[in-house]
């Protein structure tokens, strides 16, 4: 009985009606005779019944002791399977594991590695919840996020740094052979542009030249899309200079499929990181999907800062 402390009187209690005397019991126990001879008087007067019919040479359990002794095994038995279904969860990456992750970058590197970890661990659950909202960890069912940008509050947070996002302007290569390369950003308001929108909102796109008093401008499009996704989707069609996160583009970009423009001009990178609320200890399953990501981001060459 790991759970239940030796002087307990139920552990006493138990180990008399196996043992059938006192001084079995305190020898097994390690007390002494009248330490459990007390610790069943105190028993039966709070229970305000009598457990052992007492003679010079033995005990007998009485009807209410058998029935107590059941009710007494049962919570033990039920604590000690508690406890080593917790002894192996603090090995074994095993329950529900709740992840927010932001949707292109959770979609495309991050589930894929989690998928594995449900493979790998039969014991474990994977809830994933994409969205680039911020949620409150700490108040939330969520175990781990992943956010791109910058992290608002870290308050009771625990934060790892899993690399920086880079953001790139480019076109296909067909728009670019037929309208022609800018080599400012001035130059870009003479071209079809591709905006990135958010619920209806333009995101901005960050250069390194001021347009005005501010480097963050909309751009001037006719294709306002939702997402990095359809982004690309357009760039990729011919339809205009677009701003997308540089490791989506990766591979057209080195087939040269798609082409970067203005390189220097275009200035925004943007940290991603791990953030789980604080504890003194750290599960598992959190353990595990923590360096699965580290990996995954890894293997996306996503640079680390």
């Given at each position: 009985?790991?759970?239940i402390e030796r002087t307990s009187p139920i552990?006493?209690?138990?180990?008399?009606?196996?043992?059938?005397?006192?001084?079995?019991?305190?020898?097994?126990?390690h007390l002494s005779s009248s330490a459990v001879a007390k610790a069943i008087a105190r028993l039966e007067a709070r229970l305000a019944i009598r457990l052992f019919e007492r003679t010079t040479r033995s005990l007998t359990m009485t009807q209410e002791a058998v029935r107590y002794?059941?009710?007494c095994q049962r919570l033990l038995d039920d604590l000690d399977a508690t406890e080593a279904e917790l002894a192996a969860a603090n090995t074994t990456?095993?329950?529900?594991?709740?992840?927010?992750?932001?949707?292109?970058?959770?979609t495309e590197v991050i589930a894929p590695a989690l998928f594995a970890l449900v493979d790998r661990f039969p014991l474990l659950s994977v809830d994933i919840d994409l969205g680039i909202e911020t949620v409150d960890l700490v108040a939330s069912p969520f175990e781990l996020a992943v956010r791109v940008g910058q992290l608002p509050d870290t308050n009771g947070l625990t934060i790892r740094s899993l690399g920086i996002q880079r953001v790139v302007l480019c076109a296909s290569a067909d728009y670019l052979d037929q309208h022609g390369?800018?080599?400012?950003?001035?130059?870009?308001?003479?071209?079809?542009?591709?905006?990135?929108s958010?619920?209806?909102r333009t995101i901005p796109w960050l250069l390194g030249q001021t347009f005005g008093d501010s480097r963050r401008w909309a751009p001037p499009a006719r294709l306002h899309l939702d997402g990095s996704v359809l982004t690309l989707q357009a760039i990729r069609s011919g339809r205009g200079i677009g701003c997308v996160p540089e490791w989506m583009a990766a591979s057209d970009l080195v087939s040269g499929r798609l082409r970067t423009v203005l390189g220097e001009v275009v200035d925004e990178q943007l940290p991603i990181h791990a953030v789980w609320p604080s504890s003194p200890v750290m599960m598992p399953r959190l353990r595990v999907a923590i360096d699965a990501i580290v990996g995954a981001v890894r293997d996306a060459g996503l640079p680390l800062r």
């Amino acid at each position: 009985m790991p759970g239940i402390e030796r002087t307990s009187p139920i552990r006493i209690f138990l180990a008399t009606c196996r043992t059938g005397s006192f001084a079995a019991t305190a020898l097994e126990l390690h007390l002494s005779s009248s330490a459990v001879a007390k610790a069943i008087a105190r028993l039966e007067a709070r229970l305000a019944i009598r457990l052992f019919e007492r003679t010079t040479r033995s005990l007998t359990m009485t009807q209410e002791a058998v029935r107590y002794r059941s009710a007494c095994q049962r919570l033990l038995d039920d604590l000690d399977a508690t406890e080593a279904e917790l002894a192996a969860a603090n090995t074994t990456p095993s329950g529900l594991l709740r992840v927010t992750l932001p949707p292109v970058l959770g979609t495309e590197v991050i589930a894929p590695a989690l998928f594995a970890l449900v493979d790998r661990f039969p014991l474990l659950s994977v809830d994933i919840d994409l969205g680039i909202e911020t949620v409150d960890l700490v108040a939330s069912p969520f175990e781990l996020a992943v956010r791109v940008g910058q992290l608002p509050d870290t308050n009771g947070l625990t934060i790892r740094s899993l690399g920086i996002q880079r953001v790139v302007l480019c076109a296909s290569a067909d728009y670019l052979d037929q309208h022609g390369v800018p080599h400012t950003a001035d130059d870009l308001r003479h071209h079809s542009l591709i905006a990135t929108s958010h619920h209806g909102r333009t995101i901005p796109w960050l250069l390194g030249q001021t347009f005005g008093d501010s480097r963050r401008w909309a751009p001037p499009a006719r294709l306002h899309l939702d997402g990095s996704v359809l982004t690309l989707q357009a760039i990729r069609s011919g339809r205009g200079i677009g701003c997308v996160p540089e490791w989506m583009a990766a591979s057209d970009l080195v087939s040269g499929r798609l082409r970067t423009v203005l390189g220097e001009v275009v200035d925004e990178q943007l940290p991603i990181h791990a953030v789980w609320p604080s504890s003194p200890v750290m599960m598992p399953r959190l353990r595990v999907a923590i360096d699965a990501i580290v990996g995954a981001v890894r293997d996306a060459g996503l640079p680390l800062r």
